[in-house]
């Protein structure tokens, strides 16, 4: 029930594309939704955000497209670029304790062509 | 401004020697996380400090351990490390009580650990 499945697994576009990454989750106790861009040798860094009470949030050509009655949400890049090219995790948080836990998807590899 | 930040970047050590990887922070956040992520595979949670409090994962092994000797500073400790904990080690904080920026977990670049 912690589980977030994220796909596809890898994703090539070309450039001046849109990219679409899914996510689904089965715990409504997670109340934000974070995805997260991973450059090779870095750490992962917040792209864009959602809570479950907007359906969708838009950050320059980054949306996020979240349904709450399907548990699943998506990242939609568009004009996508070369160096969009990297590595995206979808991740769902809830409180646990003292802490926020984040449960990550399994990421989705990037690849935009010039 | 870097505010996680993460020595060394790249660390080398043999089957079996201890080794320790530094996390800082700038951002004066209350809770600390440690993540292990392999090649290709999502960050997965070892442990995380809200302020002292020390909380571990059930799955994680007892060969890594963890201190937080003030706000600013938290250490990993793998104390045998085997080929099978050669991985990216990453920080990351967050604050507890900083609910306007909905609690974003902010990661540090990573100590990549080699071991041979």
């Known amino acids: 029930q912690q589980q977030v499945k994220q796909s596809p697994q890898s994703l090539i576009v070309q450039k001046g594309g849109i990219s679409i990454i899914n996510c689904a989750y089965e715990?409504?106790?997670?109340?934000?939704f974070p995805w997260y861009q991973q450059f090779p040798g870095k750490g992962p860094a917040l792209l864009i955000a959602?809570?479950?009470?907007?359906s969708e949030k838009k950050e320059g050509r980054f949306t996020i497209s979240f349904n709450k009655s399907a548990k699943q949400f998506s990242l939609h890049i568009m004009d996508s670029q070369p160096g969009d090219s990297a590595t995206y995790f979808c991740?769902?948080?809830?409180?646990?304790?003292?802490?926020?836990?984040?449960?990550f998807g399994s990421g989705t590899q990037l690849t935009v062509l010039p | 401004d870097a505010m996680v930040i993460q020595n060394p970047r790249y660390q080398v050590t043999q089957f079996g020697k201890p080794v320790t990887l530094s996390c800082s922070q700038t951002?004066?956040?209350?809770?600390m996380y440690w993540y292990q992520q392999k090649s290709s595979q999502a960050p997965k949670l070892l442990f995380h400090?809200?302020?002292?409090?020390?909380?571990n994962e059930a799955d994680t092994p007892d060969n890594f351990q963890s201190r937080r000797p003030n706000t600013s500073f938290c250490f990993l400790d793998i104390r045998s490390p085997g080929l099978g904990d050669a991985a990216m080690y990453l920080c990351?904080?967050?604050?507890?009580?900083?609910?306007?920026?909905?609690?974003?977990?902010?990661f540090g670049p990573g100590t990549r650990l080699t071991v041979l």
């Open positions: 990351a904080t967050s604050s507890r009580w900083d609910r306007g920026s909905t609690d974003t977990q902010y």
């Open positions: 715990n409504t106790a997670f109340d934000y």
């Open positions: 959602i809570r479950p009470d907007v």
């Open positions: 991740a769902a948080s809830l409180s646990s304790g003292s802490a926020r836990q984040l449960t």
């Open positions: 951002l004066n956040h209350n809770v």
């Open positions: 400090y809200y302020d002292k409090d020390f909380n």
